[in-house]
């Protein structure tokens, strides 16, 4: 309960201006790591859909 009586005084002292600057940093650091787990899964994700494809046309329906 303490924080939401403090909250109005917190976002007084926020400089609002800083907040674009700050989201990019964050961006910045966090995009290859986040670029780099996404393309695995893709790549996971696509090799399954091929194998599965595969398994349709040769006829095998056990997958």
Do not use: H
């Amino acid at each position: 309960m303490a924080l939401f009586k403090s909250l109005p005084a917190i976002v007084i002292f926020i400089n609002w201006n800083k907040l674009p600057v700050l989201f990019d940093r964050f961006l910045d650091w966090y995009w290859p790591a986040f670029d780099a787990y996404s393309f695995i899964l893709a790549q996971m994700n696509e090799q399954e859909a091929d194998q599965r494809q595969t398994g349709l046309l040769c006829g095998n329906t056990s997958q």
